[in-house]
């Protein structure tokens, strides 16, 4: 008896546990997003696609509401509500920017017929955030979503690879360092060498020697220095060289230029008194630097160039007047040499460092070219005619190396007892890579931090920085995760195994600012084990944290 009565309970509750399934099931809601109207300028055109593509990420709900993107387009309800296609819900909208303001217009139709409009202004550049209030305003008004839009409070915590300066994250991340302030590194998260009394110009991190190893090169102003990182933490010395006495080092990239398995070292150097180039190539094979080529009087550097994408030696002239000449070339091998190739499909204001292409992926469909600018904001542009699509607000790099330019009209000369000239900074490596095979790659370059530079255009001494890493959300580049500040002035950064244990690091090359009480200027490497153990590939794109400026 007491066995029948147990086994009809456990009966009724799985009976009562299907139809809670079954009512959770037919209580999720779903939508179609279709292509906006786009009332402005040719260059924000993709927004019609690129704005229901953000907004169902931020609508996506598990169990709530879920979402597609449709084809068709809507100008009205009854073509909207035509577009249904069996959802419950078809949405579209309109964009109207004027000068610097943009209006978006967001609208729903449901299978009776309901309709529902909001709209919503804001400046061009925090365009985002009008989409996100919108986005809020249909969660709750028509899908009945209780809190914001998007995925984070549904799970109790955003999905993401690496938590962005907040708390609360119990899943995944790629570095413990990444997720907030204030932790030290006594957990293994971060490495440190010792201090190096040199102040740094660039430094990379590869296998120079060819042993299977990596190694460390620092430049400075005017030599070449290389390390092993050893298991006690400190950098090794094997060797250092100086380049050239009278020219000033520039930028240092690596390429297995002969194709032995071995990096070699591309170094580019200017004249302090005319700014006229030479670049060097170095080896290290049987750990000692030699010059594999001779020197050439260009601007070299090595792009990644598309389709491909595989290190491409690259070269650019000097102009008088206006610093770099124009176009810039593949290098190919000529004797014992390197001279100009073909020319490369660049945009204007382009030279062989500012540049780096973000190859399509998941978020976005097509190549991407990222310039940095001389007031270091970055562009993007897109396509075979590199249009313009997006220009950050917010400034990056950062790098203290720079070489000063007098600018005059050709012909006449500088008169520099009166003129103050300008001066190039050197940009940072634009490091474009897919960490954890993801599908997604991101830009990964330095944020300076400083109140000084914001009032003194010359002051570098950035006592803080941060490493973003920044990703193509179909509108701008939004960020997906950046470290916590780091104290010192950011020379460089690199993506390699520095310690040779088998996990890759995110390498940054600091020194000493000033401010921090140190006498000469040092400089130190500290490292970032990046555990891609524990990245899920399905995370969401994280849509919260965009601008877009594409006619500055």
């Avoid at 040719?42 to 509401?65: C, I, M």
């Avoid at 091998?333 to 020319?343: A, I, L, N, T």
């Avoid at 959300?473 to 960020?479: C, E, F, I, R, T």
Wanted: proline share 5%; charged share 20%.
């Amino acid at each position: 008896m007491k066995f029948a009565m147990r086994l009809a309970l456990m009966a009724c509750l799985m009976l009562f546990a299907g139809l809670q399934a079954t009512a959770a099931q037919a209580a999720q809601k779903s939508f179609v997003l279709l292509p906006f109207t786009v009332n402005a300028p040719q260059s924000y055109s993709y927004l019609s696609k690129a704005l229901p593509s953000s907004l169902l990420g931020k609508l996506n709900r598990p169990g709530v509401a879920q979402g597609s993107v449709g084809s068709a387009k809507a100008t009205s309800a009854a073509q909207a509500k035509k577009a249904l296609g069996g959802a419950d819900y078809a949405i579209w909208g309109e964009v109207n920017i004027v000068g610097n303001d943009g209006t978006i217009t967001l609208h729903s139709v449901d299978k009776a017929g309901k309709q529902w409009s909001k709209t919503s202004s804001g400046p061009v550049s925090g365009l985002n955030s009008t989409a996100q209030q919108l986005a809020n305003a249909l969660a709750s008004e028509v899908l009945g979503m209780g809190g914001a839009a998007g995925g984070r409070a549904a799970s109790g915590g955003r999905s993401s690879d690496i938590i962005v300066n907040e708390t609360g994250q119990n899943q995944a991340y790629l570095n413990p360092q990444f997720r907030y302030q204030g932790a030290g590194a006594s957990d293994g998260s971060r490495l440190r060498s010792q201090r190096i009394p040199e102040a740094m110009v660039d430094m990379a991190v590869a296998d120079f020697n060819g042993d299977g190893q990596n190694e460390v090169a620092i430049l400075t102003d005017h030599k070449l220095m290389m390390f092993k990182w050893g298991r006690d933490g400190k950098l090794n010395p094997l060797q250092e060289i100086t380049i050239n006495r009278t020219n000033a080092n520039f930028s240092m990239r690596a390429m297995d230029l002969n194709r032995d398995g071995a990096q070699d070292l591309v170094i580019a150097t200017y004249d302090e008194n005319d700014n006229r180039p030479y670049s060097y190539f170095y080896s290290f094979k049987g750990n000692r630097l030699k010059e594999c080529s001779k020197r050439i009087p260009y601007f070299a550097s090595v792009m990644k160039l598309p389709p491909n994408f595989a290190p491409t030696l690259v070269g650019q002239g000097w102009d008088s007047v206006n610093l770099f000449g124009r176009g810039v070339y593949a290098l190919q091998k000529s004797g014992d040499s390197y001279s100009p190739g073909q020319r490369i499909n660049l945009p204007e204001g382009a030279n062989v460092f500012n540049c780096a292409w973000i190859p399509a992926g998941r978020g976005n469909k097509s190549d991407q070219l990222i310039m940095l600018t001389p007031e270091e904001r970055i562009k993007v542009f897109q396509g075979n005619g590199n249009t313009l699509i997006h220009t950050t607000m917010e400034r990056f790099s950062g790098s203290a190396a720079g070489m000063d330019h007098y600018k005059g009209m050709p012909g006449l000369g500088v008169d520099k007892t009166y003129q103050l000239p300008s001066r190039y900074y050197a940009p940072m490596r634009l490091i474009v890579a897919d960490i954890g095979n993801t599908g997604e790659n991101c830009l990964i370059i330095n944020k300076p931090i400083s109140t000084a530079s914001q009032f003194f255009d010359r002051y570098r001494f950035f006592p803080q920085g941060e490493i973003h890493a920044l990703f193509w959300d179909g509108v701008g580049l939004a960020l997906k995760w950046k470290t916590r500040r780091i104290r010192g002035s950011v020379a460089q950064a690199d993506l390699a195994d520095v310690n040779n244990d088998g996990i890759i690091d995110l390498v940054v090359g600091l020194n000493s600012s000033p401010s921090l009480g140190v006498g000469g200027r040092q400089c130190i490497i500290t490292a970032y084990p990046l555990d891609v153990t524990k990245m899920d590939p399905n995370t969401p794109a994280d849509m919260s944290d965009f601008e877009i400026t594409p006619n500055n």
